[in-house]
């Protein structure tokens, strides 16, 4: 009988409670960190250090902001080393040069074996024990392995792949559009129109993806135009609730105060834009968020800039 797998969550917010719970209703043992003693659910052994979390598992889970992550990398480097696994559920990128946080893992450990999670599931879904599917990406096949044995049951189906990068911008740059998706939605936009922001903005995702180094054929599936599309039933995910409330007239602070949740994409989004401007790459939907959505322009105004753009 094969030894039962072990797994070490990094996080207490809803990401980091849920992706416990859902190693734990995979029947993994599951031990997590969070310096909040009661994010960590009952059954769940809490580290208490992140210096002994290497000591707990050999996969590790990160589930924190991406502004948290180069500190908190660095803070488990120490008890961490080449026979360690390390895998992020991050939808963001360190810096102004958009660092991957597979790098960051790199840069602040001697972990070489690293992965991210991605794909259409929520975390409401996971922590409930819905049946929720989970993409893993990583250049070395024991990484999505070892997540398959620590999280898939038949309440959670993990697809593997090994396109890491591709998976990291999907995962991005997804949470980006979805703000647009929402907006649009509440706005009361034609369905056709919904799916035409949709299906451009996957295809500008792709070929940003593509630039940075990435498969765009990621973006063709569950990863990128799967996550999307789920976002069209997925009313609570944060970059929903935030698009539905700045269609509602909300001023961005305003309406990042009443998601009452950190969303990644905010900050992200002028950062992909200044960085598809400066290799000369055209991205108009994304431009359209930055510059007209999270400045309040009519939305009239932002589908007549849309349609008039060139095809």
Same mark, same amino acid.
């Given at each position: 009988?094969?030894?039962?797998?072990?797994?070490?969550?990094?996080?207490?917010?809803?990401?980091?409670?849920?992706?416990?719970?859902?190693?734990?209703?995979?029947?993994?043992?599951?031990?997590?960190?969070?310096?909040?003693?009661?994010?960590v659910p009952p059954g769940v052994t809490r580290i208490e250090s992140l210096r002994d979390v290497g000591r707990a598992a050999r996969l590790i889970v990160l589930a924190v902001p991406s502004a948290a992550a180069a500190d908190v990398a660095r803070a488990l480097g120490d008890g961490l080393d080449g026979s360690h696994l390390v895998v992020h559920a991050v939808r963001g990128f360190?810096?102004? +040069? @958009?660092?991957?946080?597979? =790098?960051?893992?790199?840069?602040?450990?001697?972990?070489?074996r690293v992965g991210a999670l991605g794909g259409p599931v929520l975390a409401e879904d996971l922590a409930a024990g819905r049946p929720s599917v989970i993409v893993s990406g990583s250049n070395f096949p024991e990484v999505n392995a070892a997540i398959e044995a620590a999280f898939g049951w038949r309440g959670t189906r993990i697809y593997p792949t090994s396109d890491l990068l591709g998976l990291e911008w999907a995962s991005a740059l997804v949470g980006c559009l979805a703000i647009g998706v929402g907006y649009a939605i509440e706005q009361g936009m034609s369905a056709g129109l919904v799916a035409a922001v949709i299906c451009r903005g996957i295809d500008e995702a792709a070929?940003?993806?593509?630039?940075?180094?990435?498969?765009?054929?990621?973006?063709? +599936? @569950?990863?990128?135009?799967? =996550?999307?599309?789920?976002?069209?039933?997925?009313?609570?995910?944060?970059?929903?609730r935030l698009g539905v409330a700045l269609a509602q007239g909300l001023s961005l602070g305003e309406a990042v105060a009443a998601t009452k949740l950190r969303v990644e994409a905010v900050e992200l989004i002028p950062r992909i834009v200044r960085w598809t401007e400066a290799r000369g790459l055209r991205a108009p939907i994304l431009s359209t968020l930055a510059h007209g959505v999270f400045e309040k322009k009519p939305a009239a105004e932002l589908v007549a800039e849309l349609m008039a753009f060139p095809r």
């Open positions: 009988m094969s030894e039962q797998p072990k797994v070490a969550i990094v996080g207490g917010g809803p990401w980091g409670r849920a992706l416990t719970l859902a190693a734990q209703n995979a029947g993994a043992v599951t031990s997590a960190f969070s310096r909040k003693a009661d994010a360190a810096g102004d +040069g @958009l660092e991957t946080i597979s =790098d960051v893992i790199r840069r602040e450990t001697p972990v070489r070929r940003i993806a593509a630039e940075a180094g990435g498969d765009e054929r990621t973006l063709l +599936g @569950l990863a990128g135009y799967g =996550d999307l599309l789920a976002c069209i039933a997925q009313r609570e995910r944060p970059e929903m």
